[in-house]
């Protein structure tokens, strides 16, 4: 538990009604969303989106719970905006709070939109901006013999700070303002470096 967080979602996963000149959002689509958990009575959290979200758009959303009590925060998918990401999203808490990024129904890692019958939800609770690093082993996962192999393991790096450089193997990929990130193939294990705190 913690008092400030950065959130690792996915893209939500919105489509147009067919046929698209109808040009309304299909009803399954599914979002980038997260949740906040209070363990104390009367715990404000603030919010700062990073993609419009279904209740304040993009503007900053304070809340108070009671112990025990969520708050659901999910991305808007709209005909002009089908795959917003709520990545990067601050929260911030007076009181210690979890918070538990993820999708409803991620299409991860490979993105065949109409070729995938069924999908993932993935959920993980997020650690505090306390406790984050600024390196990781990065390793794909052993593929079984027999499977055909689609696209890729992909790995996402997430910034706390203004002006954080990132390196894989030693070469510089990016710098990273807070609250931005970078997805990439990982083909090979690696590791990964940072100049400031990331997830």
């Known amino acids: 538990l913690g008092l400030e967080y950065r959130v690792m979602s996915y893209p939500s996963d919105g489509f147009l009604n067919q046929p698209a000149s109808q040009s309304t959002v299909s009803a399954i689509s599914t979002p980038s969303e997260f949740a906040v958990t209070a363990v104390h009575d009367s715990t404000r959290i603030i919010i700062f989106p990073t993609a419009e979200t279904f209740r304040y758009r993009t503007k ?15 991305a808007s998918i709209t005909r002009t905006n089908l795959r917003g ?15 538990f990024g993820g999708h409803q129904r991620a299409l991860l890692p490979v993105e065949l ?13 997020m650690p505090p901006l306390s406790t984050w690093g600024k390196n990781a082993f990065l390793t794909p996962f052993p593929q079984p013999t027999g499977v055909t192999s689609q696209g890729s393991d992909l790995y996402r790096v997430l910034a706390a700070y203004d002006s954080t ?35």
Do not use: W
């Open 60 to 74: 900053i959303d304070t809340v108070f719970l009671m112990q025990g009590q969520s708050y659901l925060v999910q």
């Open 85 to 99: 990401d709520l990545t990067g999203s601050r929260v911030v808490a007076d009181k210690p709070v979890a918070v």
């Open 113 to 125: 939109r109409g070729n995938i019958t069924t999908r993932d939800c993935i959920i993980e609770q």
């Open 165 to 199: 450089d990132v390196f894989l193997g030693g070469t510089k990929l990016q710098a990273l303002s807070a609250g931005q990130f970078i997805t990439g193939n990982l083909n090979a294990p690696a590791f990964l470096t940072a100049s400031k705190p990331v997830l």
